[in-house]
């Protein structure tokens, strides 16, 4: 038998180790990999790496799940070919054959698709100057390399940046930008607040105002519009305003954190597609036989906490790859796991913070905040739904274990009174849910 895994990313480090646990035989696991490197932790990218504080061989997968550190020597011990550089270009699922470039062809009985995602570009829009040099995205290690190369540029000259994004990405590279050392930061996003697809406006206030107070300057509700340069390189990011303004920002480095699209284009055609990935079941099996797909690119059947109801969504966070990593390899060697049951769950970490949130900001549910959120410490909000259960819980700070009781409530949809919680402690919130479920 030969088990493929197409992708050598997050997941497919992941892959490799469940099926070490699982006993699968050495000589028959294979990964295929475009990038020059190993699988490793790719949130990393976007936290300790920017300062400098984590370098490769250090962050390689399974550091961040608590496991035994990957690195090349680990897979050929086991006996499992890791091909680094080597990038698929076309699949026949059904002749089970990867053609590489360069022409080798590849055999598999069994193929994992963990083909993860790929950022949005602005070229894509057709955002004038979106090509100029100097404007910088980051996926992987080769992206983070040239942009730290482009911020120690920027710190020794006292150059300006702008980030595009008050998502997630553009959160934490204004923080790491801003924390390595660059004078002047503006965060330019078309949202009323930071990351506006989960925070409330009293949590966005709260991480602005840390911002603001670390030399960042958020200017919300702006849309970009386009680029200026001079000899090719960015010198300006023009957007406009809430009110139709039009203004250009300064920059001579540029991090665009606009969002990702999966990379499933390689099987259009071939297998079932939803959400923009690829369909697959509990067993992240997907509609052609002996193949699977886990990680971003998948997109599975996931149970909403708030509704009850079952709908096929992608989820683009390590948690998910992760777990559906070692669901389809339990799968692939016929161990038939029970159908994956995956609760959504979101982690940050911006200078010295670093917050959770489990469940769903539901729309309809009541949002009660919590805690301290002046000193910043342990803060968060509670997403109660109609007949008083826990469907969401977002929590700043707190002690480590704080995160394993709110995924426990949510997971449980706890009772609770809001009516009756002490929301000024953040301890006292997080005792009120432990005692719930
Ligand atoms: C900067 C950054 C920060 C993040 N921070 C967080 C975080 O804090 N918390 C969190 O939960 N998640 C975070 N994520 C998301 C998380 O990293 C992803 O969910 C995870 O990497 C998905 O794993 P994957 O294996 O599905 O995809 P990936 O890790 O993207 O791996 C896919 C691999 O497949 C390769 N590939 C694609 N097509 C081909 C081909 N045709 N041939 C060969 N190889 C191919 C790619 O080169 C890539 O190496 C972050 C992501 C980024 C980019």
Not at 97 to 122: C, D, H, M, Y
Not at 360 to 366: I, S
Request: hydrophobic share 45%; glycine share 14%; net charge neutral.
């Amino acid at each position: 038998m030969t088990v493929v895994v197409l992708g050598g990313g997050n997941a497919a480090g992941y892959a490799a180790r469940e099926y070490v646990a699982s006993g699968g035989k050495p000589g028959e696991l294979k990964i295929i990999g475009e990038e020059g490197v190993v699988s490793y932790e790719r949130p990393a990218l976007s936290k300790g790496f920017l300062l400098g504080a984590a370098k490769l061989p250090g962050f390689h997968t399974c550091v961040g799940g608590g496991g035994e550190r990957q690195e090349p020597s680990w897979y050929a011990d086991k006996g499992i070919e890791f091909r680094t550089g080597a990038k698929v270009t076309a699949a026949d699922l059904k002749a089970k054959k990867l053609t590489l470039e360069g022409g080798e062809v590849v055999s598999f009985s069994k193929l994992i698709i963990a083909t993860g995602a790929r950022v949005v570009k602005l070229t894509e829009f057709k955002v004038p100057g979106a090509d100029l040099s100097g404007i910088h995205y980051l996926r992987n290690v080769k992206d983070g390399e040239a942009m730290l190369a482009a911020m120690a540029q920027a710190k020794e000259h006292g150059q300006k940046v702008v980030v595009v994004g008050g998502g997630y990405i553009g959160m934490e590279c204004a923080a790491g930008l801003v924390s390595s050392g660059i004078k002047s930061v503006t965060m330019v996003f078309p949202e009323p607040g930071l990351l506006g697809r989960l925070l409330t406006p009293e949590l966005a206030g709260v991480y602005e105002r840390l911002y603001q107070e670390k030399g960042v300057t958020c200017v919300k509700g702006a849309k970009v519009t386009g680029f200026t340069g001079a000899d090719g390189k960015v010198a300006g990011v023009q957007y406009t305003d809430a009110s139709g303004a039009t203004h250009t920002a300064e920059a001579s480095l540029v991090v665009v954190g606009v969002g990702a699209r999966a990379n499933a284009e390689l099987f259009a055609g071939q297998v079932e597609m939803a959400a923009g990935g690829i369909k697959v079941d509990g067993q992240m099996a997907t509609s052609v036989p002996d193949v699977y797909a886990v990680g971003d690119v998948a997109a599975f059947p996931l149970k909403s906490v708030a509704t009850g109801e079952v709908a096929h969504a992608r989820q683009e966070h390590v948690t998910h790859c992760r777990m559906s990593a070692a669901q389809a390899i339990k799968a692939a060697l016929g161990l038939a796991p029970p159908p994956y049951d995956y609760l959504p769950y979101f982690y940050s970490r911006i200078f010295n913070l670093a917050w959770v949130f489990y469940g769903e900001a539901a729309p309809g549910a009541t949002v009660v905040h919590f805690g301290d959120t002046k000193e910043a410490k342990c803060f968060g909000a509670l997403w109660v739904s109609a007949d008083g259960h826990l469907v969401g819980a977002f929590l700043e700070g707190g002690s480590p274990e704080d995160p394993a009781v709110l995924k426990a409530a949510v997971a449980s949809k706890a009772k609770v009174d809001a009516a009756k919680l002490d929301a000024s402690s953040g301890a006292a919130v997080i005792a009120a849910l432990k005692a719930a479920h």
